[in-house]
């Protein structure tokens, strides 16, 4: 006689099957009703801290979702605007297409709270008639904990306009992390900015001229003045010394090996301190700068006269190819001493290695 397909040990490890797909499914249900309330509880609190601080926002009515895969809340249109006033001496805008505030359950498990925007995404600062606008399709934030995010973007596109002369520069693959401490005693850190960037194009240069870099790094760390921490994160006013701890990039045209770098400390709001310019693999990018007209011919002669006397220096000593140079470069009222000076202190000084 032929044995039932279903035998009472099959059934019963079905029936055990069923049961624990049924409790998961509970389990799943309950935990995505908690992590979204208390997703729209965190959005609701934020925007209503939002408009506190002088914010005006349009937005469509929240709503859950991501279940049985995850837990969020989103919104299909968000607009922004803030007015300059005495508190907050700026203008602001932010129009964004979609937002998403949570993900999978993977994500929110190692991440944490992650805020993802895709769609057009637009902000713009106005301040002392300069004017910074950002556009981007999709911008990602990850928030470990309330004074530390994360941040990444495929693209960045910046221009820059009003009183700065028009210019626009686009990020590539832009990541990086911010780390807050509002209530900052004086002279401690109360910003800091860490990021970097694949490929820069169109990076301002001298001489209203730009340039392509890559491998662009920036590390940045803003101390608190002595005036009261009540006021914004984006108010000059309450920052006492901006420490540039590297702003490096080598440039797109030349070899990995040539990289110019930045760091130092200046003091706000006058910005006034020293730089430390440092130029690794110098020789290729002084003959580039040479080889260029639209460069050279913006040179001051004598400035002409230092990079070719720095390019014979090589025949004399061709160990120096190698080595880096490290400059000490004043900075007044926030513009670098001309060229010409800079350059003498190099050739009336001994190469020397960071």
């Not at 590297?246 to 090996?257: F, R, V």
């Amino acid at each position: 006689m032929d044995r039932p397909f279903f035998t009472v040990r099959y059934s019963r490890a079905v029936l055990v099957l069923i049961a624990l797909l049924a409790i998961s499914a509970v389990l799943d249900t309950v935990f995505w009703h908690r992590t979204t309330q208390r997703l729209e509880a965190s959005a609701r609190t934020a925007l209503a801290s939002t408009h506190k601080n002088g914010w005006v926002i349009e937005t469509t009515p929240l709503r859950r979702g991501g279940w049985p895969f995850g837990a969020w809340v989103e919104l299909d249109r968000l607009n922004a605007i803030h007015h300059a006033s005495t508190g907050a001496p700026y203008d602001a805008g932010w129009a964004g297409e979609h937002i998403r505030l949570g993900g999978s359950w993977i994500t929110l498990l190692r991440s944490g709270m992650t805020l993802s925007m895709t769609g057009h995404q637009a902000a713009r600062l106005v301040q002392n008639g300069n004017i910074l606008t950002a556009l981007t399709p999709a911008f990602q934030i990850r928030v470990a904990n309330p004074g530390s995010l994360s941040f990444s973007t495929t693209r960045l596109d910046l221009t820059f306009s009003g009183l700065w002369p028009e210019k626009q520069v686009f990020l590539n693959a832009l990541s990086g992390r911010i780390i807050r401490f509002p209530e900052a005693p004086a002279d401690a850190t109360r910003l800091g900015l860490a990021a970097q960037a694949a490929g820069v194009t169109g990076f301002p240069l001298p001489y209203g001229l730009s340039g392509d870099l890559k491998t662009v790094r920036l590390a940045i760390a803003l101390t608190a003045s002595r005036v009261s921490s009540d006021l914004s994160l984006l108010d000059p006013a309450s920052y006492g010394r901006l420490l540039l701890q590297e702003a490096s990039a080598s440039p797109a045209s030349l070899s990995p090996d040539s990289r110019i770098g930045l760091s130092g400390g200046l003091d706000l709001p006058d910005a006034n301190g020293t730089l430390t310019l440092t130029l690794t693999g110098w020789h290729d990018l002084a003959i580039r700068l040479l080889e260029r007209p639209d460069i050279e011919s913006h040179l001051a002669p004598d400035l002409q006269t230092a990079l070719q006397t720095m390019v014979k220096k090589i025949s004399v000593a061709p160990g120096l190819r190698e080595r880096p140079l490290a400059l000490s470069v004043p900075v007044i009222n926030g513009r670098m001493l001309p060229d010409t000076q800079a350059f003498s202190a190099l050739l009336n000084s001994k190469f020397q290695t960071p």
